[in-house]
């Protein structure tokens, strides 16, 4: 028997193995159990690699393959013995389609490990209660079929067919034939005023990637990197060349000129051309907003410590059709509001890269997408972020439960200088009808009502049947049941308006001592009051200098002082100090900081 290990990793680096041992019956066998023969199965693995990597393990070339999802769905990879899963999958049905690798063909038995993350949410509320993952509700697809935009997209492609663009009554009646009296009027009209030459007139390949023909929801917006070779080719040219990809709401952040990262098997640096991006405007001033990015081959390593910050980029919304808006209101408290196109800004306002032997310009990055949305708003006098995150969260459970939505297909993000949730078609390709959604709010906020006010969970902040989401995961430790169903209450006219209390203590404008930051190419500069101190880079190790020097202008303030004030134009050196980014970068100076701060009253950052 031939021992195949198949391994689902959300976390590339966290890689572990297990060793399987059984009964031999020839020298094959010995070596295919005494020795790991390994290879990985990802996005960042080109086509070709890939197909003959699935070849091998179909063929016990191999015996253990390391994936990501990329193997989840239509890849024949023959039958498995372990199926071992770093993290919980996303939904009982992704569960359901990678645990059920093993044990397919005559083997009796298979084993299926899953290793729980004691710092996710979602893990661990699994890991409490595995039944509702292993035997898990399995929606089945779903798509909402009064939604035209979609069935545009198929009408195309059933005409594409039929050749004779010109002969309009013909094409009207075979489209009757095909889909009867369903929707016909719209279906008419949009014959009758269309230049099929025009929309048709493209290969295929084209076709599929402009959203004419109908598609599997998959994100058509991606950032790719290729290979430097690349350059010049045509799209479809380049596709051996790609070597890795991300969705720009990530990519503005991980893809900058200047960064080393490990893709595809190999180190590759990341290098700039004036031909992958154009400058947009943002809220926060001008971006390069890269399109595509180009990478050549590095010597070296990458270390753990290069990752040095884990912040998100800034989020914001900018209003650009306000014709088409939508609004509903609950006394001016919170606000449901449908937009049939804003325009979502995703900004990285780091100007430096500093992970290679030399300070690498590389600008403000930026994606900019341009989506319908639906977004709530809530007057911040009376409610906390907290409440309307839970409030949220209970819209978006009932939403997805209620159209059949794949996780993925809404995403969600809060712009903090308007007080807005935001709540967009993460792909873009209107195959979900926010508008029809939006005219449906009150029987979702009825239903998430009274899914979440029933649901028997113990836990305050909810669990997944009710309101908790693979998506709104970073989330979960604010989340609150009760007010997100008593806000829910509120606006169907059930319960009055919860007391919410900020439990935070807010210290306004108060503050002795306004300490500016700057990060300067070879230094950092401290400046309050008539002082100016400089730490120099040593390095390029620019979270010791920032650290190191603010134990220094801390340890050399007044005694009287108590509420200091923190400004820098660095993101991530506020969200440090407010305690919102994860500092791993020389970590022991940060603490040291951290120890030093507390005989402050108050320390807060505030982004200049
Ligand atoms: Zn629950």
């Known amino acids: 028997m031939n021992n195949k290990i198949y391994m689902y990793c959300l976390r590339r680096e966290k890689l572990k193995i297990i060793f399987n041992k059984s009964n031999y019956s020839s020298i094959k066998e010995i070596i295919n159990d005494n020795f790991f023969i390994a290879e990985t ?225 190999s180190i590759y640096k990341l290098v700039d051309h004036e031909t992958c991006y154009k400058m947009v405007d943002t809220l926060l001033g001008e971006a390069r907003q890269y399109k595509e990015i180009y990478a050549k081959e590095a010597k070296g390593y990458i270390s753990r410590n290069d990752s040095t910050i884990s912040s998100s980029p800034e989020e914001l919304i900018k209003y650009i059709d306000k014709e088409e808006i939508l609004r509903k209101t609950k006394e001016d408290l919170i606000n449901i509001e449908y937009h049939r196109e804003i325009e979502l800004q995703f900004i990285d306002l780091e100007d430096y890269k500093n992970k290679d032997s030399i300070m690498y310009y590389c600008g403000p990055t930026a994606q900019v997408l341009k989506r319908q949305a639906i977004l709530i708003s809530y007057n911040m006098d009376i409610m906390t972020y907290e409440t309307m995150i839970s409030f949220v969260a209970l819209i978006n459970n009932a939403i997805k439960e209620l159209y059949g939505l794949d996780d993925s297909e809404i995403k969600i993000i809060h712009d903090e200088r308007e007080k807005v949730f935001v709540l967009y078609d993460a792909n873009g390709n209107k195959n979900i009808d926010l508008k029809k959604i939006f005219s449906n709010i009150s029987n979702i906020l009825s239903y998430g009502y009274n899914k979440v006010k029933n649901c028997d969970c113990k836990e305050i902040n909810g669990c997944y049947i009710c309101m908790k989401n693979y998506s709104l995961n970073r989330y979960s430790a604010l989340l609150n049941k009760v007010k997100a169903y008593k806000i829910a209450g509120y606006w169907l006219g059930k319960n009055r308006l919860p007391i919410d209390i900020k439990i935070t203590e807010d210290y306004g404008d108060i503050y002795d001592i306004d300490i500016n930051i700057s990060v300067k190419q070879d230094r950092v500069e401290f400046s309050y009051e008539n002082n100016i101190i400089t730490e120099k880079i040593d390095k390029q190790m620019q979270n010791e200098a920032v650290f190191n020097g603010l134990i220094k202008v801390l340890n050399n303030l007044d005694e009287d002082i108590e509420y200091v004030k923190i400004s820098s134009k660095s993101k991530y050196i506020v969200d440090g100090i407010n305690g919102e980014a994860n500092i791993s970068k020389s970590n022991s100076t940060f603490s040291k900081y951290n120890f030093i701060s507390l005989k402050y009253k108050n320390i807060y950052g505030e982004k200049v």
């Open 41 to 265: 199965h990802s996005s960042e693995v080109n086509k070709e690699e890939k197909s003959e990597i699935e070849y091998k393990f179909q063929n016990n070339e191999l015996n253990i393959l390391f994936s990501t999802p990329t193997l989840e769905m239509g890849i024949d990879i023959g039958g498995l013995n372990i199926v071992f899963m770093q993290g919980v999958p996303p939904l009982p049905s992704n569960f359901a389609q990678r645990a059920g690798r093993a044990g397919r063909k005559d083997d009796k038995t298979a084993l299926i490990i899953t290793l729980c993350d004691d710092i996710s949410y979602h893990d661990m509320y699994y890991f409490q209660n595995p039944k509702d993952m292993i035997d898990g509700v399995i929606n089945p697809p779903n798509f909402q079929n009064d939604n035209f935009e979609l069935g545009k997209k198929h009408l195309n492609a059933f005409i594409y067919q039929i050749h004779d663009f010109n002969n309009k009554e013909m094409l009207i009646n075979e489209v009757t034939k095909a889909f009867g009296s369903f929707n016909k009027e719209e279906i008419n009209n949009y014959i009758k005023n269309t230049d099929f030459y025009k929309l048709l007139g493209k290969s295929v390949y084209n076709l599929y990637e402009d959203n004419t023909f109908p598609d599997y929801s998959f994100r058509r917006d991606e950032v790719k990197v290729y290979e430097l070779e690349a350059l010049g080719k045509s799209k479809k040219e380049k596709e051996v060349y790609e070597i890795s990809s991300r969705e720009p709401e990530l990519a503005c952040k991980e893809y900058k000129p200047g960064d080393i990262k490990y893709m595809s098997g």
